[in-house]
């Protein structure tokens, strides 16, 4: 494979989007970033990866937001505002980690990173999905103490969850397949079979760039 080629893969829960895109990298020789952002943003900023995994795939912690989300409560918001530490402070310097990586191919999950990077040609972005009711199982292997109706609850939490980051971040819904280059259902084609995929799609790229 020639040339830059940049990756970066949206996922639902539980729909091992994460581990598609641990073994493209391997298998190409791509650098891989997922949680590894959260090291390199915090080394590039001075401050604490524990401040970064607390706001990690999380919306602004506005006041409003809050308030809509149905998830304010007037003491724990003011406490975790006293400093000018926001979400969106930290999304920005994550960001400006996310640009920097982009010189180089690399495979990014999740983060924003197809909408902070939308501008580069070398570009590709995936979507992986899965069905809600293996995303529960797979919760289960994570969370074995928990009830079916938990897992389910839990499962929608992170749907909500991602949802809302992406929308308030990039502006445009997370999940509808129009805003990505491939969208790919895990259960029908398997972990090896989305890494073929993707592995065709970026050699056509290839061919199409050398035209």
């Not at 952002?37 to 795939?57: C, M, Q």
């Not at 397949?177 to 790229?205: H, M, P, Q, R």
Request: charged content about 25%.
């Amino acid at each position: 494979m020639t040339g830059k080629h940049l990756v970066t893969i949206n996922r639902q829960y539980g729909s091992n989007g994460d581990k598609v895109g641990r073994i493209l990298a391997e298998k190409l020789g791509f650098a891989f970033y997922d949680k590894e952002l959260i090291a390199l943003a915090a080394k590039d900023s001075g401050f604490t990866e524990t401040i970064f995994e607390n706001a990690d795939e999380k919306p602004s912690n506005s006041l409003l937001y809050s308030i809509v989300t149905g998830s304010y409560n007037p003491r724990s918001w003011f406490v975790g505002n006293m400093d000018m530490l926001t979400n969106d402070t930290l999304f920005n310097i994550q960001a400006d980690v996310i640009r920097s990586l982009s010189d180089h191919s690399c495979v990014i999950v999740g983060r924003c990173a197809d909408f902070i990077l939308r501008d580069m040609p070398e570009l590709l972005t995936v979507f992986i999905h899965s069905s809600f009711a293996n995303r529960v199982e797979y919760a289960r292997t994570e969370r074995p103490s928990m009830t079916t109706k938990e897992l389910e609850a839990y499962v929608r939490k992170q749907d909500k969850s991602r949802t809302s980051y992406y929308s308030y971040y990039a502006n445009r819904p997370w999940d509808v397949a129009s805003n990505y280059d491939l969208v790919i259902d895990i259960d029908k084609f398997g972990v090896d079979g989305a890494v073929s995929i993707i592995t065709s799609a970026l050699e056509i790229k290839d061919r199409d760039q050398t035209k």
